[in-house]
């Protein structure tokens, strides 16, 4: 079963726009949240993280919200551009001393100029 | 920088072969670990490393070993290589402590093809 679902696959949105991705997950033990960002024939690299005793936390145009009660988190790239185009994946750490982290399908955002 | 560097970007191997994938490290992280990335399908673990000699199943570990001989080095070893093996393999790498643990970083993949 997935335990970190982005039920989006893709999302289409205007340069100068917000981008919205969204992330769910299931197991309320998850105590930490990162998005990554991939290009093609690259390997992901760190976006953004959130702790699970946070709500949000933004670092420049990104921002991340966490909503525990509806174990919901979102990325909000504002404004967008169109070097965002990527493929963003959700992870959440499953705890522990290694940090293991258990990733979403990933969403593919295209931004148009 | 954290630099994770795999040793082949493209790969080409026959159905039987024995496969050997490696990364290196240069940033003295303790954890090591190996992903495969298929289309639809995310990031699926496959082993990880926690010490130099100690390794753990991920989620996918059929088909697979690994070694960690030194703390630099975690190698991924397709031991009888199969089609369904074709894939992006991702190695990554985190460091210690209670949130750097968290973050890992990742090399920039190996596409291996088996035929």
């Known amino acids: 079963d997935q335990q970190v679902k982005q039920n989006s696959p893709s999302l289409s949105v205007q340069e100068g726009r917000i981008s919205i991705l969204n992330c769910d997950y299931t197991?309320?033990?998850?105590?930490?949240f990162l998005w990554y960002k991939k290009y093609p024939a690259e390997g992901p690299t760190f976006l953004i993280s959130?702790?699970?005793?946070?709500d949000k936390n933004e670092d420049g145009r990104f921002t991340v919200f966490l909503n525990k009660s509806a174990k919901h988190l979102s990325l909000h790239i504002v404004p967008s551009q169109p070097g965002d185009s990527a493929v963003y994946f959700c992870?959440?750490?499953?705890?522990?001393?290694?940090?293991?982290?258990?990733f979403g399908k990933g969403t593919k955002l295209s931004v148009k100029p | 920088d954290v630099k994770v560097t795999q040793s082949s970007r493209y790969l080409v191997k026959r159905t039987g072969e024995k496969v050997f994938l490696e990364c290196v490290q240069d940033?003295?992280?303790?954890?090591m670990f190996w992903y495969r990335q298929d289309p639809g399908l995310g990031l699926r673990l496959i082993y990880f490393?926690?010490?130099?000699?100690?390794?753990e199943k991920g989620d996918i570990p059929e088909g697979y070993s690994v070694s960690r001989e030194k703390k630099e080095r975690f190698s991924l070893i397709l031991e009888s290589a199969s089609t369904n093996q074709t894939s992006m393999y991702l190695c990554?790498?985190?460091?210690?402590?209670?949130?750097?643990?968290?973050?890992?970083?990742f090399g920039a993949g190996t596409r291996l093809s088996v035929l």
């Open positions: 992870a959440a750490s499953r705890g522990g001393s290694q940090g293991n982290l258990i």
């Open positions: 197991n309320s033990m998850f105590d930490y």
């Open positions: 959130i702790s699970s005793i946070k």
């Open positions: 940033m003295d992280h303790e954890n």
């Open positions: 490393s926690y010490d130099v000699k100690m390794k």
């Open positions: 990554a790498t985190a460091g210690g402590g209670l949130l750097a643990k968290n973050i890992q970083y």
